[in-house]
């Protein structure tokens, strides 16, 4: 019995594993992740497996629960997604204290990207993204967990001392787009709201967060600490563009 309701739970899943902005969303539509991640959550509860999801964190009081989720189209990308119906970056459930968690959890799976590549990855190597409505393909919330282009490495790099923990204009385009940024102090992101960020930026109070798209990049900060770079725009881009999914160059 217990193999055969996984034997469901893993045909339904498999055909819904388009769920990436990669891959067209095909014939399973927007939805698709979802069913994948509600695939997923029934496996766990259960029969207690997780797959065909890498991870299922079951719902608390204190967090929303997260599905890890090996991209099917990627070699080393996952993609972190709240197990239940968040649609996207525009959903005030994310500024609330039960989704802080999915930004931390999406952070640490940069040991599986480091794993997926055979090899230990730099802070500075690996990057969580958030696509705007109109550059997603799929209408559930999802991190996508990869490397970062060598270009991106660079110019922030380069622009280190520039960048504080204030929102500003970064001055220079990433990936053809204009990004505002800031950093973060902290070896990790607990308790860090990214999407809270976003809402209390300035370009928020004139555009709505569905046309945001948002990077988080490791980084080593100006004073050689530990933190992170947040890149984020609000003209419907696809900040997801900021990753290299070969991951060149790390």
């Excluded at 189209?73 to 709240?82: Q, T």
């Amino acid at each position: 019995m217990r193999l055969g309701l996984v034997s469901i739970l893993v045909a339904g899943a498999i055909a819904g594993t388009v769920a990436t902005s990669a891959i067209a969303a095909g014939p399973w539509g927007r939805d698709a992740l979802r069913s994948v991640v509600a695939a997923c959550v029934v496996a766990k509860s259960t029969v207690g497996v997780s797959f065909p999801c890498s991870d299922v964190k079951l719902a608390t009081p204190e967090s929303d629960g997260y599905a890890l989720i090996r991209s099917p189209g990627y070699d080393s990308e996952f993609l972190v997604s709240p197990i239940g119906a968040v649609d996207g970056i525009e959903s005030p459930e994310l500024q609330s204290n039960a989704a802080t968690p999915l930004w931390n959890t999406a952070w640490q799976a940069r040991a599986e990207v480091a794993a997926a590549r055979g090899r230990t990855l730099g802070r500075e190597a690996v990057g969580l993204a958030v696509n705007a409505i109109g550059t997603r393909t799929q209408d559930h919330f999802h991190i996508h967990v990869d490397c970062v282009r060598q270009s991106v490495k660079t110019t922030l790099g380069a622009r280190a001392k520039a960048i504080t923990d204030a929102w500003k204009p970064l001055g220079v385009r990433l990936g053809g787009e204009q990004y505002w940024a800031r950093s973060i102090s902290g070896a990790d992101l607990s308790g860090t709201n990214i999407v809270r960020l976003m809402a209390e930026s300035p370009p928020a109070a004139n555009t709505p967060l569905d046309h945001a798209t948002v990077a988080v990049i490791g980084a080593t900060l100006a004073d050689g600490s530990d933190g992170f770079y947040v890149l984020a725009n609000w003209t419907d881009a696809s900040a997801e563009r900021l990753l290299d999914h070969q991951c060149r160059g790390v």
